[in-house]
């Protein structure tokens, strides 16, 4: 029989059934001291259950539940903690902090995990013996002092590091400006020192160093005027000038370079102006006759070239020198000894590469040389500069007098170097063989150099030689 909804009224018959709901109320042996309650029996049989199985333990803040099938109860679903996540399973101490209530017993997780990560260093102390760890400190205490006492003179130690470490770009292996012989020219490699301008004479300035080149049917062209190393001390201007131009194109072309140098006790500002003009002026007067010149040079006419430049020649010389006149006209105590006057020298190409022949012409002191086979060769005086077997040059007293005019029609000849240059140049390479051989070792290559490297080249230095210098060198393909 079951009772629904609220009681009726009571009867003698069933009495006894609300007495059993109504509960002990201090009549059992056991609980003299029980409370009368208003629990039922299906409140008691869920306490009950509880001590048996922890999944119908009843939540201690939440209401007891009323029903007796607790997995079908809905009402009971709420009481049960919620289960956690494989995450929180695997990571415990990922729990979120809503847990914290709950989370005695869970915090104890990590711990339990942490315990063999740590071991090792737990181990550790026992393999060593306390002893042991308390003697080292004594015994390196005593040599840890010395260390300290020497530790003194080690600020010095690390200043030498950084001069080592900068000696490569202030003191390098290679100079920049290569020398030769056993002891070093006596003036700096670089410029020093600036010329002192004027200013209402700013357009006659010079600048320290010149470089030009060109390339055209088979030859390569370099040129380069380069200040000498006392006029760089002494702060004076580049007397030598250097002018290179093309006049026409295709096979009437002409590529003629002109280098020019005041004497030596000419003025130096003077000179230098008088060397720029005189080139600009010779240079004129072969551009007006470019149709004759080049026709002569593609048939190889030897005496009309040297007939009609020699008069070109010495007439720009003349105004180099600062005469008025030629050179037959000055007095024999006013002439200055042949090393001593003006130079200039051209070098006249035709850009046909039918022409087979450059000619070089000039006056005063100066070089053309031919580098062939690795020996070089005086083209003016038509003799071997150098003995291959290594003998020193000829001496000076034996070499040819300089003529007015100097004129060689040179052959265009595959792997042939043709070295025009001023004294400046001239002279090393004439009376140090280092110099030569240098250049040489330098010009063997397959492939002529670049601008740059030229000029490196001719720069190389050697004791004595501190003039300016301005050459232009010719490679046949």
Same mark, same amino acid.
């Given at each position: 029989?079951?009772?629904?909804?609220?009681?009726?009224?009571?009867?003698?018959?069933?009495?006894?059934?609300?007495?059993?709901?109504?509960?002990?109320?201090?009549?059992?042996?056991?609980t003299p001291d029980?409370?009368?309650?208003?629990?039922?029996?299906?409140?008691?049989?869920? +306490?009950?259950?509880?001590?048996?199985? @922890?999944? /119908? %333990?009843? +939540?201690?803040?939440?209401?007891?539940?009323?029903?007796?099938?607790?997995?079908?109860?809905?009402?009971?679903? =709420?009481?049960?903690?919620?289960?956690?996540?494989?995450?929180?399973?695997?990571? @415990?101490?990922?729990?979120?902090?809503?847990?914290?209530?709950?989370?005695?017993? $869970?915090?104890?997780?990590? =711990?339990?995990?942490?315990?063999?990560?740590?071991?090792?260093?737990?181990?550790?102390?026992?393999?060593?013996?306390?002893?042991?760890?308390?003697?080292?400190?004594?015994?390196?205490?005593?040599?840890?002092?010395?260390?300290?006492?020497?530790?003194?003179?080690?600020?010095?130690?690390?200043?030498?590091?950084?001069?080592?470490?900068?000696?490569?770009?202030?003191?390098?292996?290679?100079?920049?400006? @290569?020398?030769?012989?056993? %002891?070093?020219?006596?003036?700096?490699?670089?410029?020093?020192?600036?010329?002192?301008?004027?200013?209402? +004479?700013?357009?006659?300035?010079?600048?320290?160093t010149a470089v030009?080149?060109?390339?055209?049917?088979?030859?390569?062209?370099?040129?380069?005027?380069?200040?000498?190393?006392?006029?760089?001390?002494?702060?004076?201007?580049?007397?030598?000038?250097?002018?290179t131009v093309r006049?026409?194109?295709?096979?009437?072309?002409?590529?003629?370079?002109?280098?020019?140098?005041?004497?030596?006790?000419?003025?130096?500002?003077?000179?230098?102006?008088?060397?720029?003009?005189?080139?600009?002026?010779?240079?004129?007067?072969?551009?007006?006759?470019?149709?004759?010149?080049?026709?002569?040079?593609?048939?190889?006419?030897?005496?009309?070239?040297?007939?009609?430049?020699?008069?070109?020649?010495?007439?720009?010389?003349? $105004?180099?020198?600062?005469?008025?006149?030629?050179?037959?006209?000055?007095?024999?105590?006013?002439?200055? @000894?042949?090393?001593?006057?003006?130079?200039?020298?051209?070098?006249?190409?035709?850009?046909?590469?039918?022409?087979? =022949?450059?000619?070089?012409?000039?006056?005063?002191?100066?070089?053309?040389?031919?580098?062939?086979?690795?020996?070089?060769?005086?083209?003016?005086?038509?003799?071997?500069? =150098? /003995?291959?077997?290594?003998?020193?040059?000829?001496?000076?007293?034996?070499?040819?007098?300089?003529?007015?005019?100097?004129?060689?029609?040179?052959?265009?000849?595959?792997?042939?170097?043709?070295?025009?240059?001023?004294?400046?140049?001239?002279?090393?390479? +004439?009376?140090?063989?280092?110099?030569?051989?240098?250049?040489?070792? /330098?010009?063997?290559?397959? /492939?002529?150099?670049?601008?740059?490297?030229?000029?490196?080249?001719?720069?190389?230095?050697?004791?004595?030689?501190?003039?300016?210098?301005?050459?232009?060198?010719?490679?046949?393909?």
């Amino acid at each position: 029989m079951n009772e629904q909804g609220a009681p009726g009224p009571t009867r003698s018959d069933d009495a006894w059934w609300h007495t059993v709901y109504t509960g002990p109320a201090g009549t059992l042996p056991d609980t003299p001291d029980a409370v009368a309650d208003t629990t039922s029996v299906d409140d008691w049989f869920t +306490a009950a259950a509880g001590l048996f199985d @922890p999944r /119908h %333990r009843p +939540a201690e803040d939440t209401p007891p539940p009323t029903g007796t099938d607790l997995e079908t109860d809905p009402d009971t679903a =709420h009481a049960v903690p919620p289960q956690r996540s494989w995450a929180e399973a695997a990571w @415990p101490e990922l729990r979120p902090t809503e847990d914290a209530p709950d989370g005695g017993a $869970r915090d104890e997780q990590p =711990h339990s995990v942490e315990p063999p990560v740590v071991q090792p260093p737990v181990v550790q102390p026992p393999v060593v013996a306390p002893s042991v760890l308390a003697k080292p400190p004594r015994a390196e205490a005593p040599p840890a002092e010395p260390p300290r006492a020497e530790a003194a003179p080690e600020p010095e130690v690390p200043s030498a590091p950084p001069s080592d470490r900068g000696a490569p770009w202030r003191e390098p292996e290679t100079p920049t400006v @290569p020398h030769v012989g056993e %002891r070093p020219p006596t003036y700096a490699a670089e410029p020093t020192a600036l010329p002192v301008s004027d200013p209402d +004479a700013l357009g006659a300035i010079v600048p320290d160093t010149a470089v030009d080149g060109a390339r055209f049917a088979t030859t390569t062209l370099r040129a380069v005027s380069i200040r000498g190393d006392s006029a760089r001390y002494r702060g004076e201007p580049r007397r030598d000038a250097l002018l290179t131009v093309r006049f026409g194109d295709a096979e009437d072309g002409l590529v003629l370079t002109v280098l020019a140098g005041p004497a030596r006790p000419a003025d130096a500002g003077w000179g230098s102006a008088a060397a720029t003009d005189a080139a600009r002026q010779l240079a004129a007067a072969i551009g007006r006759s470019r149709a004759e010149l080049a026709a002569d040079l593609r048939a190889g006419a030897r005496d009309r070239l040297r007939y009609g430049l020699q008069r070109i020649a010495l007439q720009a010389a003349a $105004r180099l020198r600062g005469e008025t006149g030629s050179a037959e006209d000055v007095p024999p105590e006013q002439a200055l @000894p042949p090393e001593e006057t003006a130079s200039l020298h051209c070098l006249l190409m035709s850009t046909d590469p039918a022409a087979t =022949h450059r000619a070089a012409f000039g006056t005063g002191p100066g070089g053309l040389y031919l580098l062939r086979s690795g020996h070089w060769i005086d083209a003016y005086a038509a003799r071997l500069l =150098h /003995h291959p077997d290594g003998q020193p040059p000829l001496p000076p007293a034996a070499r040819p007098a300089l003529r007015p005019f100097r004129f060689r029609l040179v052959p265009a000849t595959a792997g042939d170097i043709l070295l025009l240059c001023t004294p400046g140049l001239a002279d090393p390479i +004439a009376e140090e063989p280092a110099v030569a051989h240098f250049l040489s070792s /330098h010009w063997a290559h397959p /492939h002529p150099p670049g601008t740059v490297d030229f000029l490196r080249q001719v720069q190389v230095r050697a004791k004595g030689y501190a003039d300016d210098r301005t050459a232009a060198a010719v490679w046949t393909d």
